[in-house]
């Protein structure tokens, strides 16, 4: 089994800043991308930052400049710190992580469970 947990959302006011950590547990061989996506209440899934094993880094137009993922590999953890939030930045954040699982040969997208982030004053 793999989980991912996540934690650090919740209410801020906007200008304000949030940061949001994944860890990955379970019988993990290695982890290639980790990411973030998010869901707006009557919205798609979409895309917020990602981070490869080697620290290459993607982010969404709407997040870049204001958002930073990292990772800490040993720990099969992600951080997403989030600066300078907007009310449009308000939805449930999700862990994403692309792990190949111990005696196994294939590799899987796993998910979090999701965090609420609310911006609102």
């Known amino acids: 089994q793999v989980h991912l947990v996540e934690s650090g959302g919740g209410l801020v006011q906007p200008g304000g800043s949030l940061r949001l950590s994944c860890a990955a547990s379970?019988?993990?061989?290695?982890?290639?991308?980790m990411g973030w996506y998010r869901q707006a209440p009557g919205k798609q899934r979409e895309l917020v930052a990602t981070?490869?094993?080697?620290?290459?880094?993607d982010y969404a137009d709407s997040v870049k400049g204001r958002f930073t993922i990292s990772r800490d590999n040993a720990k099969n953890t992600v951080i997403l710190q989030m600066n300078s939030l907007k009310p449009e930045d308000t939805a449930v954040y999700y862990c994403?992580?692309?792990?190949?699982?111990?005696?196994?040969?294939?590799?899987?997208?796993?998910w979090g469970q999701g965090t609420q982030v609310t911006v609102s004053s």
């Open positions: 379970g019988s993990i061989l290695s982890i290639n991308t």
């Open positions: 981070i490869t094993g080697g620290g290459s880094t």
């Open positions: 994403n992580a692309y792990i190949l699982r111990r005696y196994e040969y294939n590799w899987y997208d796993y």
